[in-house]
């Protein structure tokens, strides 16, 4: 992924996991009681709470979001603070599909005010299958990017041929 302001590409290697990336947040001091319809009340730090100015497509009124851990590697939760009934399941993509990239223009690496690569926090949205023979997918096309320094994230939608709207996320034991 790009993430020079001089709209030079640079890519963020695969093996930069999520939790690395939020490992190099500020230290918690004070905490906010956080109600979820799908995770019950979560007492969450005020350090994991992300900010989106531009709401998600679709969501666009909300703007205030918890970033939860799951239960599996790799995954987590996008608890709106906002409202409850609001939440969405991510996956770190670089853990589901080999190759990934991002490149960002300089136009969103300027919002986001990402200053060097280990800055940005990718992760995407996952469709969980609406019956058991389903298969969960996830946005390659339309990942969310979160600068971890700032709390501050932008849904960045690309046109990008190379992945799909809803690519299988295909789980290992």
């Known amino acids: 992924m790009s993430a020079a302001i001089d709209g030079s590409t640079r890519s963020v290697p695969p093996e930069q996991s999520m939790s690395a990336a939020l490992s190099q947040a500020p230290s918690p001091t004070t905490e906010r ?3 979820s319809a799908v995770l019950g009340d979560v007492v969450v730090s005020l350090d994991t709470l992300f900010q ?20 599996r590697d790799g995954f987590f939760w996008l ?20 190759g990934y990239e991002v490149d960002l223009g300089a136009g969103d690496q300027v919002y986001l005010e990402l200053e060097q690569p280990d800055d940005a926090l990718v992760l995407t949205v996952v469709t969980l299958p609406s019956s058991k023979d389903g298969a969960m997918t996830t946005n390659l096309r339309g990942p969310l990017v979160m600068n971890v320094r700032t709390k501050k994230g932008r849904q960045v939608v690309r046109g990008d041929e190379r992945y799909g709207l809803q690519e299988p996320v295909v789980l290992t034991a």
């Open 33 to 35: 009681t956080i109600s």
């Open 79 to 98: 608890q709106s603070a906002e409202e409850p009934g609001l939440a969405f399941l991510l996956v770190d993509p670089f853990h589901v599909h080999a």
């Open 52 to 71: 989106f100015p531009e709401g998600l497509h679709g969501f666009e009124r909300h703007h205030e979001y918890v970033l939860v851990p799951a239960k």
